[in-house]
Nanobody, 120 residues
Framework: QVQVVESGGGLVQPGGSLRLSCAAS????????MGWYRQAPGKQRELVAR???????NYADSVKGRFTISRANAKNTVYLQMNSLKPEDTAVYYC??????????????WGQGTQVTVSS
């Protein structure tokens, strides 16, 4: 009943920018946090950025100062603004939502992923 869908990936040149979007929908009681993870071929999935319902954020050291995570006000939507992109940012980016479908349980849901390729 819950869906997490991300979009906005694509091909961009080094130094360019992309903006990813993620929307959670369905039978959602509350959302604790939403964030972005990425996984490159042969690499471990890593946290990129995360934002809590209270607005607190954290970033991977590798993207700090270049990427910004934000929320749509009163919406189950988050964005990842990616600037000064580098080839090493190339990966599949996944949206993660920590949410409750009832007042009793909190679970993690994942989007299908969107490909980001940084290449000249």
């Amino acid at each position: 009943q819950v869906q997490v869908v991300e979009s906005g990936g694509g091909l961009v040149q080094p130094g360019g920018s992309l903006r990813l979007s993620c929307a959670a929908s369905g039978s959602i009681f509350s959302i604790n946090a939403m964030g972005w993870y990425r996984q490159a071929p042969g690499k471990q999935r890593e946290l990129v950025a995360r934002i809590t319902s209270g607005g607190n954020t954290n970033y991977a050291d590798s993207v700090k100062g270049r990427f910004t995570i934000s929320r749509a006000n009163a919406k189950n939507t988050v964005y990842l603004q990616m600037n000064s992109l580098k080839p090493e940012d190339t990966a599949v980016y996944y949206c993660n939502a920590v949410l409750s479908t009832t007042s009793l349980y909190t679970l993690e849901y994942w989007g299908q992923g969107t490909q980001v390729t940084v290449s000249s």
